[in-house]
Structure formats: structure tokens, C-alpha cells
């Protein structure tokens, strides 16, 4: 190890007895968590009973010190710093004069010692970004690059690339390859550690515009974008606290595999939401067909309850007349019918032109009453605006809309939704939307997944919808338009992260293009990026999986990988009666092995597999359940298994997942998304004939 060059700065690793370069490290991350709990320690002293002025201050005050504690914890067994810079120039003004180099230790979060000198520097501030993009050909004025490794929290080793050197030959990092194909028992870990220069890009990207991420298996997409949200609330923290950010995943499995990385990284203020959930005005009890629930979802239907929304608009009939003491202020037909057209022209909220309408007769009455002789102010328009009169005129032509209400009938009413849906839907389209019975109220309607995007729909149509500051959607290949559409609402001026791979889309409604899905987000300026290269799923694994591509998704590339496993892909064929059994041998096989293990199988076959499991004594998780040391096994239904990966997988009966959807795409892409989910080893049981695709 070559000592540190030029002037080793405020930011060096302290003075100490020994000469090991190693303990030199261990110390400096001693001193680091010693540095982090005085720190917390502080927050924890403080005293706010002097300095709040109400009780409300002084609860929001609370919650921030507490918030501010919370993001200080020590994990214990999450690094504190993984890297460590050596600049070849000093990059502190007080330095800069001396001529010589700093060195920077690069964590996870900002620690600073009692002085305030920073002794570990947060990965995402500018003088961190040389850690993931330096290289020899552009050495970004660092000398040297430090990476560690550590073993359940104790740091074990170290690793230098010394990039100003020529005569240095480049290899691979043994211990990046080794931090990338760690086990993994727990929730989803973070990538602080292992970024790539094409994956920094992303995460760094400007708030201001919005990115799409095709990603194929493997190579990190997902955490790309959490630490993008990261990224962001670090540099952009005072607008992004005043406006929030928002994590979307497919399911409450895939949030609960990934709800542990931000507070990893210090992060806790970032809200997580599946789309069911954002679109939860109505309890969703029944189910749509694969036909109407892709008619639902169809940007179509966006005009068609446009339509309905505007449906109980009237023009007046008579006249709008106003008494104001001995006075009576004629508003007469033409003028009323006038101001109507105006708001409708104006395709605003129906509930914000609503509200706009008695005020807009209030002050046609003003103007009255100003010929008159009078000198009314703003007060008295407002009367005016209540006068019942006025309110009268009001309700009838512009009547009040219940979102819930107006989808229910709009479902149940045969001739309501020919009236809304004349040219748009076919009239057999019409009948597939339909529901088969009517529904009597919004609480025993049986409304499903599509129902309730579209109340949401007309529910910002009568009332804009609040717009984050940043909103990372995650498989985004499966939503609809309409379901884009409802994300896009909550983005209107703000950012959005679009993760996502169209070879995995496992809906009849599928994204075909990401441009199209950009349209309906309502971001069609958006920068798309593609992501090829993986970093999780073995080379062997992928072009396997990769064999289906062709069918699944045929103009995208083949996705490719650095790691190199041989003998990470096993295929077996065994006899249907001896399948189980199969199964379960594979499964006891590969808990031998350090790291969690994912049993998939098609839907249908879960009740056989979670009886069998239990009959042969391996206890099992369900999917978002936190692995243990004690239970490393997770049996996955099919559907439930994006966006997750295990250490190992097994995969059962290939053809019965394919079976499993309505169509042979589908199944087919579900099949994809199956096979690349591990990320030390895949071993595949059949006793029916594979895919002929896989072939």
C-alpha cells in the first residue's frame, strides 16, 4: 500500500500507533461510529421547551428531532463507509494552497467529528461522484480508489486501484464481484456500494426531467431508482420536503422486499404506495374478465368519463333574479347561458368551474348594480354569490358530482354509457364493460382493480388531483394507460422515475413502448435509458431465459451479464409422480448453501407445495417476508415473483406457469420473469414438456 500522496488533509485517516495499514482503517471506522452517536447523542440532548413558541411548534419541532435521530442510527452490520478517495490535488480551500492531495472516506452518510470536520462524506455529494465514475482513462484527479470489504459489520479488507498509474494493469474487482454476489438473508439490500458508472448517470440525473429505466433481469434497475429518490432528497431536500416523494411498486410483497434501503441510507421521509392503493376510493371485492379489464383500461375510457363528468350540465331556461333590499337585479337568460359556455370552453375541473359559477353571476350582478348608481365591493359579491337565488341557478345547470356515483351508474346504465361512449366504444365494447349485474350502491357495488382507476379519473376530473415532487413507478411495463394516467396525477409538476422491463409485462394490457406509456404518464419528454448489462443473475442463467426473448419482447437486446457461474444452471426432467418430491430435494439442497432460497411455482400449485413443505418439516415464508436464519426459504406463487430474487431458485413445472395466464405471451413472460430470479443458482424440475421456446 502506497502511502497517501501529497498533503493527507483534514480528511485523512487519523494518527495512530500502528503501522497496519488494515487496523488503520478499523480504527478510522471506530472512530467514525464513535463520531455518529456523539452526533445522535446531541440531537437526543437537545431541549426544545425554550425555543417553541405553540404547542404545534412544538410538535412539529419533536417529530424533526426525532426523524433527525432516526436517520443517525449505527447499523451495526451495514458499513459505515465502503470507499475511500485519494485526490491527487487538495480540494479545500484551506488546502488547496499546499499543494498536495485529501483523502475522503465515502459512506453511506455524513458523519463529522466534535470539531465539525467530516470524517466520512455521504455518497451522493459531488466530491463522492469520482468513486463510481473515475477510471484510467478519466481519473477525475484521483490517485488512488479504495474499496473494503467487510464480513457481519467488521471491516476485513481492502483494495486499491491506482488510477494515475500507467503501469498499473486493470482488473476486475475482487472485492466489487464479491459485494455483488453476497448472500442475501433480510430484505432487499442497497447498491451504495457496488454503482456503475451507467447506473450513477441515473441516479444523478436532474430532478427537472423525467427518466425511464428499461432494465432487463439483473441489472439493478430497482435500486437505481430508490437510490436515485435518495439522491435527489439530498440535493434537492427543501423543495422535495414541501412537495414529497413517492415509491410505487406492483404489490405490498415487492414494498415490503425494498422498504428497508432508504432508511439504509438514511432516508425515512419517502411514502410507498402499490397503485391499488393510490386509486382506493372504493372497496375492491369482485374481478373483471381479462377483456373488460383491458377495455377499462384503456385510454379511451378517459374521454368516455370526461363525457359523463359534463353530462348533468344544463343550459337555463329562465332567468336569474336577484333582490337586494327594495332593489331586484335581472340576470337575463342569454347572459346566464353565456357565462355557462364560458366555464365549459374552458375544460377546467368541473368542481373548481362549479364553484366558479355562482361568483361569475355574483358578478354580472355587480355590474348592475355599478349601472345603478351603487359602489359594491368585493364583500358584496360574495353575498350575492350566496343569495339562493343565485345558488339556485347554480345547482341546477351545473348540478354536484360524485365520482363513486357517476362510475357506478355510468357501469350499470346501459343507455348512460352508449350516450358518454358514442363514437369511442363500439357498441360490443360498450357490453364488455358492462358490468353483468348492476350495482345498487357504492358500498355493495362489486367493484374491481379497473373500476377504481377510473373513479379516480373522474374524481380528478371533478377535483385536480395534489402533485408530488418525485415519484418513482416501479414495473411500470404492466400498468394500463389509464392506470398511467392515475400516476401521472400525482407527477403533474413534479419528476418521475419510470422503472421497468417490456419483456416482463404480465398483463393483457402491457405496455408495448415505452414512448406510449410516456404519453399516457403525461411526461412524453422523458429520457430513456436502457440498462443491458446485469450484475445479479449469472451468464448461464440469463441466456437461457434469454431463448424466450424473441417471443416475449422482439425488439429489445438480449441482456447480457459479468458474472460468469458455471454450474449456476441445472435442468432436470422427472417422472409426474416423483415431481414433489423432486422439488423438495432441490430445495433442501440449496439451503445448504449460505443465502435465501425461492421456491416458484405456478399459481394453481402453491396449496400442493406449502402442504408438502410443511408435511417434510421446512418451515417456508410467504413473499415480503423478511428471510432469517432460522427460515431461508420462500415459496413464491408465479405472479408474485417480480421484482424479487433469491440466492437460489427452484423452479417448478415451467409449462404448468405458462398455463397458468390467459394467453402464451403472457405465460410466456411470466416464465421469463421466473427464470431470472436468482442470483447464485437456478435449478428447473419438469415432468411436462418445457416451453418449445425454451428449446
Not at 22 to 30: F, G
Not at 158 to 182: C, G, N, R
Not at 351 to 375: C, N
Not at 376 to 397: I, L, S, T
Request: charged residues 25%; proline residues 7%.
Amino acid at each position: 500500500m502506497r502511502p497517501p500522496p501529497g498533503q493527507p488533509g483534514r480528511f485523512a485517516v487519523p494518527a495512530t500507533p500502528t503501522t497496519d495499514p488494515l487496523q488503520r482503517e478499523r480504527d478510522h471506522l471506530a472512530a467514525s461510529r464513535a463520531a455518529l452517536r456523539a452526533m445522535r447523542a446531541d440531537v437526543e440532548s437537545l431541549d426544545i421547551r425554550d425555543v417553541t413558541g405553540t404547542w404545534v411548534t412544538a410538535v412539529i419541532l419533536q417529530n424533526q428531532i426525532e426523524a433527525r435521530i432516526a436517520a443517525l442510527a449505527d447499523l451495526s452490520d451495514t458499513p459505515l463507509f465502503f470507499g475511500r478517495l485519494d485526490y491527487l490535488h487538495a480540494i479545500s480551500e484551506e488546502l488547496s494552497e499546499g499543494g498536495g492531495g485529501e483523502n475522503f472516506y465515502i459512506g453511506r452518510r455524513h458523519v463529522h467529528d466534535a470539531d465539525g470536520d467530516p470524517m466520512v462524506i455521504d455518497w451522493r455529494a459531488p466530491v463522492s461522484q469520482p468513486f463510481y465514475r473515475a477510471s484510467r482513462t478519466e481519473p477525475m484527479d484521483v490517485d488512488r480508489r479504495r474499496r473494503f470489504g467487510y464480513t457481519g459489520g467488521e471491516l476485513t479488507a481492502y483494495e486499491d486501484e491506482h488510477l494515475s498509474d500507467p503501469a498499473e494493469k486493470e482488473t476486475a474487482s475482487a472485492l466489487l464481484a464479491a459485494e455483488i454476489e453476497k448472500p442475501r438473508v433480510g430484505p432487499m439490500r442497497d447498491i451504495v456500494a457496488t454503482i456503475q458508472p451507467e447506473q450513477d448517470e441515473i441516479v444523478r440525473s436532474d430532478i427537472s426531467g423525467t427518466i425511464c429505466v428499461q432494465g432487463a433481469p439483473g441489472t439493478g434497475k430497482t435500486a437505481v431508482g430508490l437510490h436515485r429518490v435518495a439522491y435527489l432528497l439530498y440535493a434537492h431536500r427543501e423543495r422535495l420536503a414541501r412537495t414529497g416523494t413517492l415509491v410505487i411498486g406492483p404489490n405490498n410483497a415487492f414494498l415490503s422486499y425494498i422498504e428497508q434501503v432508504l432508511p439504509a441510507l438514511g432516508e425515512l421521509e419517502v411514502g410507498q404506495a402499490t397503485v391499488q392503493q393510490l386509486v382506493g376510493h372504493v372497496e375492491v371485492r369482485g374481478e373483471d374478465t381479462p377483456e373488460a379489464a383491458r377495455l377499462k383500461g384503456d385510454a379511451r375510457m378517459a374521454e368516455v368519463l370526461r363525457r359523463a363528468v359534463r353530462s348533468g350540465i344544463t343550459l337555463p331556461t329562465e332567468p336569474c333574479v336577484v333582490v337586494r333590499g327594495s332593489r331586484r337585479y335581472r340576470v337575463p337568460v342569454h347572459e346566464l347561458v353565456q357565462i355557462i359556455e364560458e366555464l365549459k370552453a374552458r375544460d377546467s375541473r368541473y368542481g373548481a368551474a362549479r364553484d366558479a359559477l355562482p361568483q361569475r353571476i355574483a358578478h354580472t350582478v355587480l355590474l348592475k348594480m355599478e349601472q345603478s348608481g351603487e359602489a359594491p365591493d368585493d364583500r358584496v359579491q360574495d353575498a350575492v354569490a350566496r343569495n339562493a337565488a343565485v345558488k339556485a341557478v347554480a345547482k341546477e345547470c351545473w348540478p354536484a358530482v360524485d365520482p363513486a356515483k357517476l362510475v357506478l351508474r355510468l357501469l350499470s346504465d346501459p343507455e348512460f354509457l352508449a350516450a358518454c361512449a358514442e363514437g369511442v366504444l363500439s357498441a360490443e365494447e360498450q357490453a364488455a364493460v358492462l358490468w353483468p349485474k348492476p350495482g345498487r350502491s357504492v358500498k355493495t357495488a362489486r367493484w374491481t382493480q379497473a373500476d377504481a382507476v377510473l373513479v379516480d379519473e373522474a374524481t380528478d376530473l371533478v377535483q385536480r388531483t395534489p402533485s408530488l415532487g418525485h415519484v418513482v413507478l416501479d414495473e411500470a411495463q404492466d400498468l394500463s394507460p389509464m392506470q398511467y394516467r392515475a400516476v401521472g396525477r400525482r407527477c403533474t409538476t413534479g419528476s418521475a422515475t419510470v422503472l421497468g422491463d417490456l419483456a416482463q409485462g404480465t398483463t393483457p394490457w402491457a405496455t408495448a413502448s415505452w414512448p406510449e406509456a410516456l404519453h399516457h404518464l403525461g411526461k412524453p419528454e422523458a429520457h430513456i435509458e436502457e440498462l443491458t448489462k446485469g450484475f445479479r443473475v449469472p451468464e448461464e442463467v440469463i441466456v437461457y431465459a434469454s431463448r424466450l426473448l424473441p417471443s416475449i419482447a422482439p425488439g429489445l437486446a438480449p441482456a447480457t451479464s459479468v458474472r460468469e457461474t458455471p454450474g449456476s444452471l441445472a435442468i432436470r426432467e422427472v417422472a409426474a409422480e416423483e415431481l414433489t418430491e423432486a422439488v423438495l430435494d432441490a430445495c433442501r439442497r440449496a439451503l445448504t448453501h449460505e443465502g435465501s432460497t425461492g421456491l416458484i411455482a405456478a399459481d394453481a400449485r402453491i396449496p400442493l407445495f406449502a402442504e408438502a413443505l410443511e408435511a417434510a418439516g421446512l418451515p417456508f415464508l410467504s413473499p415480503g417476508t423478511e428471510t432469517s436464519a432460522s427460515a431461508r426459504l420462500t415459496l413464491v406463487p408465479a405472479s408474485l415473483a417480480k421484482g424479487l430474487e433469491y440466492d437460489y431458485v427452484v423452479l417448478d413445472e415451467p409449462a404448468a406457469v405458462v398455463a397458468g395466464e390467459p394467453d402464451e405471451r403472457t405465460g410466456l413472460r411470466r416464465l421469463y420473469v421466473s427464470l431470472t430470479r436468482a442470483v447464485s443458482g437456478l435449478t428447473v424440475l419438469h415432468a411436462e414438456p418445457l416451453p418449445e421456446q425454451l428449446l
